[in-house]
């Protein structure tokens, strides 16, 4: 069988080139196909008409307009949330969400891996385990299929959260290729201060993210500031522990000067007790410069492992303790909860109901 043309958002600058040279085209075409690439909200090679109609034909036959085409797409009951499956060229299946708040901004989560190796145990992708990662391409083609989606009503994608399927700082490379691709002035354009990559705590690789120098945001996936309850949920814990986790925290915020957010998956009668909340607490106060950490207290979605959401009471007697040390936290109702917007939970829903066939 043979392999499929490339996507050209895989395509490297040099290839281009070299193709361009070859097929009689001035070099100035890369910058204009990759810009129309990035901007346009057609569905293929044809609508791109700032390009002479026989280049677009030669660009159709060597190479693929998009990595990813979509297989399932559902909205949440109240219409704004949506979450699309997407099928790969392999036949697998990564999930991506447009979250539209308001007219205000239109924030897309998308995934950086088919499924996750992290295991984490309230997580529907950890159960997945982890297939592959996906290239950089595949991570941008998730943001231009949501371009396309918002074409009709003139809006574009403006903020970026790398949450989806995968543990993105587990593909380290293509994740920073696609944040280049994102950010670049000369193709999506977004401001790399709109662009979120959360992590579940790979310690160096934290270290050289700081070393970047992007402006991006960081979400830790924190969960538990003690040991014992964080391992029994994040396996990651065994390999980074709480306290070199917060001191790769603090030292992305030294040489960062960015804010950093702690997410807190609360799991009842796991990690939602008031002692949990005054560890909490006094771990992050115990960083210092405590400014520059916003705690986002997230009830756990139905749907994955036996874990229960507590009480709206106790979740804010949990924000509760933690403001009176002076720390700064949102009880944050995850949208979409209807259409299982929770990471990984569609393919996971899909997988389950093709086994039950
Ligand atoms: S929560 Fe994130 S890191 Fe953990 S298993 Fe799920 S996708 Fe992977």
């Not at 303790?321 to 990984?344: F, W, Y």
């Amino acid at each position: 069988m043979t392999a499929p043309p490339p996507s050209i958002t895989d395509v490297s600058d040099e290839t281009l080139a070299r193709w361009l040279a070859e097929h009689g085209e001035p070099p100035y075409r890369a910058r204009q196909i990759r810009r129309s690439v990035a901007r346009s909200a057609a569905a293929d090679w044809s609508g791109l008409t700032d390009l002479p109609l026989a280049l677009r034909s030669k660009l159709a036959e060597a190479f693929r307009w998009s990595s990813v085409e979509l297989e399932t797409e559902i909205a949440s009951a109240d219409g704004e949330t949506r979450k699309a499956l997407l099928r790969l060229h392999d036949g697998h299946h990564v999930e991506t969400v447009l979250m539209p708040h308001h007219g205000e901004r239109d924030a897309v989560c998308i995934s950086s891996q088919v499924g996750c190796p992290m295991a984490c145990a309230f997580c529907a992708t950890g159960e997945m385990g982890w297939i592959r990662d996906l290239t950089a391409g595949e991570i941008v083609d998730q943001v231009r299929f949501w371009q396309r989606e918002l074409r009709s009503r003139d809006a574009r994608v403006s903020h970026v959260d790398y949450m989806g399927m995968g543990e993105p700082l587990r593909n380290y490379a293509p994740v920073m290729a696609s944040v280049r691709l994102l950010t670049d002035v000369d193709m999506f354009g977004i401001s790399p201060r709109r662009i979120t990559v959360s992590t579940c705590g790979i310690v160096p690789k934290m270290d050289d993210l700081a070393a970047e120098g992007i402006p991006i945001n960081l979400a830790v996936s924190l969960h538990a500031a003690d040991d014992a309850t964080r391992t029994r949920i994040m396996p990651v814990g065994r390999k980074w522990d709480v306290d070199e986790l917060l001191a790769a925290c603090a030292r992305y915020v030294e040489r960062t000067k960015r804010r950093l957010t702690f997410e807190y998956i609360l799991l009842a009668g796991v990690n939602d007790s008031a002692a949990h909340a005054e560890r909490l607490a006094r771990k992050i106060a115990g960083l210092g410069r405590t400014g520059m950490y916003h705690v986002n207290l997230i009830p756990v979605n139905p749907g994955a492992g036996d874990f229960a959401r507590p009480s709206p009471e106790k979740m804010e007697r949990f924000a509760g303790i933690l403001e009176r040390h002076g720390i700064a936290a949102t009880v944050r109702i995850s949208k979409g909860q209807d259409i299982a917007a929770g990471c990984g939970q569609l393919k996971v829903a899909e997988g389950r109901a093709a086994a039950a066939v």
